[in-house]
C-alpha cells in the first residue's frame, strides 16, 4: 500500500465559465468569455458556457454528489462579473451570496472549500478599459479580491488568486485562440506582468481581512526537454521552459523575471511599450509571501527547433494520447515536482488539476468503465506518491475535473470528468474512475487490493511477488 502523509488534500477542480451557465441572472455581467464565444469560428462546436453544467442552479445537488464520493476538498472558482458585473464599483449582493450559499453547503457535507479567484472570466467592463495589458485592472482584481475574501473568509481558508497566468496572457493575447483573442506579443508580456501583480496585490487584500487565510497562486507548468542533443534544440527548450515555466515562478519566488528571457522578449520586440518590468517595488508585490504553490499538471513537452530559432511542440510517434492529444506521461509529474522542489524549494506544493479527457466507450451493464481515465489517474497518483516519497512536500491533489464541463474553446468536444454529463439533458452519471478516487481518497492511499478492483490487467506489473 502507497500511503499519502496524514492529512493530504484529496478534491476536484471546476470552475465559474465552465459549469455555471445562467450568465446574466442576478445581476451577473458579461464576462470575455461570454463576448468571446459570441465570436463565429471561435469555438471548435460552436457552442458556449451559456447553460454550461447549469450548475449555477444545481449546485446543492452536485455538492451531494461530491459528498458521495467522500472527498475532503472542492476547488471552485468566484465569476468576477458575478460578484462586480463592471468590474469594479459596487458589489452584487446576490452574485456574492451565491458563492457565500455554496460555501455553506460544502461545509455541512464536510467538504473544505479552496477558491481560486480568476479563473479567466474577466469581467467585460474592464476588458473594455484595457484587459491585463492594463494595470488598473491589476488593482481591481486586488480590491474584487479583498471583497470576496471579507464576505467568504471566516469560513474559506484556502485561496488561490490566479489561475494559469501563462494561458491567460499568451492564449488570450498572443495565439488569440482564448479570450479575448488578441495577437499581440507586446500586450501578451504586459498581462502577464499585471497578472503576476495582481496576484501580489491580491495576496495583501486578502491577508488584510483574513488574516490566517493559506493563499497561493496556480501555474500550469511542463518540464520542457529538447527533441534531441543538437544545440539549436536545447536553445528552443531553453526559450519554451523560459517563457512558459521560469517567467512566471523566478518572480513569485522573488528572484524577478529570467534575464535570459527578458532578453528573448526584447529582441521579439515585446517590450517596446516602454513600460519598465524591473520596478523593484513591483517585484516586491509579485514575491509576496505565499503559503502554496498550486501545479497544475497535463503533459511534458518535447521541444525541437523549427529551423529560425522558434521552439515547437514534438509528439513522439509512439506516444499515448488523450482526445485533447495530450501525451499522458505521469513520469513527468514526479519530474516536474523534484525539479520545482529543488530549485525554489517551495513549502508547499498543491496540484491543483491534473486530469484527461476521454470519450466514454459503449458498455453493456450501463456502467462507465473509463479504463483509460482510471489508468491515468492510477498512473498520476503514483507519480505523486513517488515525488513524496523523494521528499518533496506535496500536500494535495484536485483531479480536473468533478464533471464534464464546457471545455473553452475545444467547446463540448472534451470529456473530462469524473462524472459523465450530457449537456442536453444535464444528466450527471458516476464514472468508474470516480468510485477508483474515491476508494483512493477514503483510504488515502493506493493500495493493491485497489489496484487489483480497478486494473487487474497491471496489477502483476505493479506489485511483482
Ligand atoms: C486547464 C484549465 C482548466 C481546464 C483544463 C483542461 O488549463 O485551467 O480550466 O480547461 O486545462
Not at 451577473?28 to 463576448?35: E, H, Q, V, Y
Not at 504586459?190 to 495576496?203: D, N, Q, R, T
Not at 522578449?265 to 517596446?272: I, K, R, S, V
Request: aromatic residues 10%; glycine residues 10%.
Amino acid at each position: 500500500t502507497l500511503d499519502f502523509p496524514p492529512g493530504f488534500v484529496w478534491g476536484t477542480a471546476t470552475s465559474s465559465y465552465q459549469i455555471e451557465g445562467s450568465p446574466s441572472a442576478d445581476g451577473k455581467g458579461p464576462s470575455i468569455w461570454d463576448t468571446f464565444t459570441r465570436r463565429p469560428g471561435a469555438i471548435e462546436d460552436a457552442t458556449s458556457g451559456d447553460v454550461a453544467c447549469d450548475h449555477y442552479r444545481l449546485w446543492q445537488s452536485d455538492v451531494d454528489l461530491m459528498a458521495e464520493l467522500g472527498l475532503g476538498a472542492y476547488r471552485f472558482s468566484v465569476s468576477w462579473p458575478r460578484v462586480l458585473p463592471n468590474g469594479d464599483g459596487a458589489a452584487n449582493a446576490a452574485g456574492l451570496d451565491f458563492y457565500d450559499r455554496l460555501v455553506d453547503r460544502l461545509l455541512e457535507r464536510g467538504i473544505e472549500p479552496w477558491v481560486t479567484l480568476y479563473h479567466w472570466d474577466l469581467p467585460d467592463a474592464l476588458q473594455d478599459r484595457g484587459g491585463w495589458p492594463a494595470r488598473a485592472t491589476a488593482r481591481a482584481f486586488a480590491t474584487y479580491a479583498g471583497i470576496v475574501a471579507d464576505r467568504l473568509g471566516d469560513r474559506v481558508g484556502r485561496w488561490i488568486t490566479i489561475n494559469e497566468p501563462w494561458v491567460v496572457a499568451k492564449r488570450g493575447h498572443f495565439h488569440g485562440d482564448k479570450a479575448p483573442g488578441h495577437h499581440s506579443g507586446e500586450e501578451a508580456v504586459l498581462a502577464s506582468h499585471h497578472l503576476l501583480l495582481g496576484h501580489g496585490l491580491a495576496v495583501r487584500a486578502i491577508r488584510e481581512v483574513a488574516p490566517a487565510a493559506q493563499i497561493g497562486i496556480t501555474l500550469n507548468l511542463t518540464p520542457t526537454v529538447p527533441a534531441s542533443t543538437d544545440a539549436a534544440d536545447i536553445e528552443a527548450a531553453r526559450r519554451f521552459d523560459g517563457d512558459a515555466n521560469r517567467w512566471f515562478l523566478d518572480p513569485v519566488f522573488g528572484r524577478g523575471y529570467p534575464d535570459d528571457v527578458l532578453r528573448d522578449y526584447a529582441d521579439a520586440g515585446w517590450l517596446d511599450h516602454g513600460v519598465s518590468l524591473e520596478s523593484p517595488s513591483d517585484h516586491d508585490v509579485i514575491a509576496a509571501r505565499h503559503d502554496f504553490l498550486g501545479v497544475n499538471y497535463y503533459e511534458r513537452t518535447i521541444i525541437r527547433d523549427q529551423g529560425d530559432g522558434t521552439p515547437a511542440k514534438v509528439v513522439p510517434a509512439n506516444a499515448d494520447l488523450t482526445d485533447m492529444g495530450w501525451e499522458v506521461y505521469p513520469r513527468g509529474l514526479t519530474d516536474l515536482l523534484t525539479d520545482l522542489s529543488r530549485r525554489y524549494q517551495p513549502e508547499s506544493i498543491v496540484i491543483t488539476e491534473n486530469g484527461c479527457s476521454f470519450g466514454d466507450a459503449p458498455s453493456d451493464d450501463g456502467r462507465v468503465h473509463d479504463q483509460q481515465r482510471i489508468s491515468f489517474l492510477r498512473g498520476h497518483l503514483l507519480a505523486a506518491h513517488e515525488a513524496v516519497r523523494a521528499g518533496v512536500p506535496l500536500d494535495g491533489y484536485f483531479a480536473w475535473s468533478f464533471l464534464d464541463n464546457f471545455e473553452w474553446e475545444r467547446g463540448w468536444t472534451q470529456r473530462f470528468g469524473l462524472f459523465g454529463l450530457n449537456p442536453e439533458t444535464q444528466v450527471r452519471t458516476r464514472r468508474r474512475s470516480a468510485d477508483l478516487f474515491s476508494e483512493i481518497c477514503r483510504e488515502n492511499a493506493v493500495s493493491s487490493a485497489i489496484v487489483r478492483k480497478y486494473a487487474p490487467q497491471i496489477f502483476d506489473q505493479m506489485f511483482p511477488g
